[in-house]
């Protein structure tokens, strides 16, 4: 599986983006897509994430101005960020995870980052 992330650029607090994944490889073994997001000296943390059932989770940080979603047709999960603050400041990450029969994570793919910063 490899992933591809896009989107990310500088913008004004306030404003939006869209945040983009495009997977390829083997598709057929993705159970969740996951965004993940790392600011500078702090640890990686989950913002959002997406089953294959399409059920979704955020960050409680992030809920109400994130949004996941996908479009099968074209293999892309997408995260949509909404009134950016400049502490959504950071790097971004997407990945893939592949799940036993228990749900329990057994690989996880990721790509690269994409780089949002926002100014005050």
């Given at each position: 599986v490899q992933l591809q992330a896009s989107g990310g650029g500088l913008v004004q607090a306030g404003g939006s983006l869209r945040l983009s994944c495009a997977a390829s490889g083997k598709i057929s073994i993705i159970n969740a897509v996951e965004w993940y997001r790392q600011?500078?000296?702090k640890q990686r943390e989950l913002v959002a994430k997406i089953t294959r059932s399409g059920d979704t989770n955020y960050a409680?940080?992030?809920k109400g101005r994130f949004s996941i979603s996908r479009d099968n047709a074209e293999n892309t999960v997408?995260?949509?960020i909404n009134s950016l603050k400049p502490g959504d400041t950071?790097?971004?990450y997407c990945a893939a995870d592949t799940w036993d029969?228990?749900?329990?994570?057994v690989a996880r793919y990721w790509g690269q980052g994409t780089l949002v910063t926002v100014s005050s």
């Open positions: 600011a500078p000296g409680d940080s992030v997408y995260l949509q950071a790097v971004y029969p228990t749900e329990t994570v």
